[in-house]
């Protein structure tokens, strides 16, 4: 058979080529004719997936340390990934939800176009941030250098702005009292968006990415776009899936949300399209509806052995995920 595999990342044990690379080896061991391609949301995981880092700029983590992020500029195109600037993962077991900041985020932006790129893309994901995007705003001042520059936020979520705060601010260290305050944060922002810039963020889907740096950026004249739809687009997904037999997708946790423009569900979407029979390999999986039949490593062979080998197990079960319906 011709078998595309298309996993996004498994969070914390393999980035999406060791996946991919994984899934692969024992199929083409087996004979099958396979064709790679990692995939990501426009989260954490794209910059790697588009081309990976090529400059590094020292800018502003989220609590205002300084930095290296890693991005990426080719054909006076940058791909910027506001989880190395302003990532969870910088402030390590000390998060604070309401000071964190953009800020870094906004200086990457700004390094990019000093360095001559026209189209800029900002994967966003894994921040660490309820701002709004402001903080990137006031590092974008005067935004008059924007001019001529096609800004495009690539957005793993379709959640509104002030919605930001109830539904990801706990994930990043914020109580009940911290969620209250942040929100309302954010409907004061809404307002000062409208006055300042003439946008209005508060309905606009995708616009709660990144804890509202997606509808900030809107402010500033950014396209929000669906990430997982725009990394398809770039890495030709579509045209793989025209003459294969089989897809192979997969990811770290499968849950309702991966079905809520994440990759398993973005590649089942185009495999259905083409016609194409779909199988998703998770880490874990949670009970979903799924479209697709679904292989859980932590099923198969416990949590422990699925963390600790991720891709010895993926190698293990790939060829079972060939006879599923």
């Known amino acids: 058979m011709r078998i595309v595999v298309a996993p996004d990342k498994f969070r914390g044990t393999l980035d999406a080529r060791a996946a991919a690379a994984a899934l692969a080896g024992p199929l083409r061991a087996a004979g099958h004719e396979v064709v790679e391609v990692p995939m990501a949301d426009g989260g954490e995981g794209t910059l790697d997936v588009l081309g990976g880092p090529n400059r590094r700029t020292m800018v502003s983590n989220p609590v205002g340390d300084p930095v290296e992020a890693g991005w990426r500029l080719s054909s006076r195109r940058a791909v910027i990934e506001m989880a190395q600037a302003s990532g969870l993962a910088l402030v390590g077991d000390a998060p604070d939800p309401v000071a964190a900041s953009t800020y870094g985020t906004g200086e990457l932006i700004a390094a990019a176009i000093e360095a001559g790129a026209r189209e800029v893309l900002v994967c966003v994901g894994g921040s660490a941030t309820t701002d709004g995007g402001l903080g990137a705003l006031r590092a974008l001042h005067p935004v008059a250098r924007l001019r001529g520059v096609r800004l495009r936020v690539a957005c793993d979520v379709s959640t509104t702005f002030v919605d930001a705060a109830r539904v990801f601010a706990p994930q990043k260290g914020a109580g009940p009292a911290q969620v209250e305050l942040l929100t309302r944060r954010l409907e004061a922002l809404v307002q000062v968006y409208r006055d300042d810039y003439g946008v209005d963020v508060a309905e606009l889907e995708g616009g709660g990415a990144a804890g509202g740096l997606a509808g900030g950026l ?95 197990c993926l190698e293990a079960v790939v060829l079972d995920a060939l006879v599923l319906e």
């Not at 402010?219 to 997982?228: D, H, N």
């Not at 779909?278 to 949590?303: K, Q, T």
């Open 218 to 312: 809107a402010c500033v004249g950014a396209e929000l776009v669906p990430g997982v739809e725009l990394v398809a687009d770039a890495v030709g997904l579509a045209d793989e899936l025209e003459h294969a037999d089989l897809v192979i997708t997969g990811e770290g946790h499968l849950d309702v949300e991966s079905f809520s423009g994440k990759v398993v569900g973005g590649v089942a979407e185009l495999a259905a399209e083409a016609g194409v029979r779909c199988v998703a390999v998770v880490g874990d999986a949670d009970e979903v509806d799924s479209p697709v039949p679904v292989v859980s490593l932590a099923a198969r062979f416990g949590v422990d052995r699925a963390l600790a080998d991720a891709a010895g």
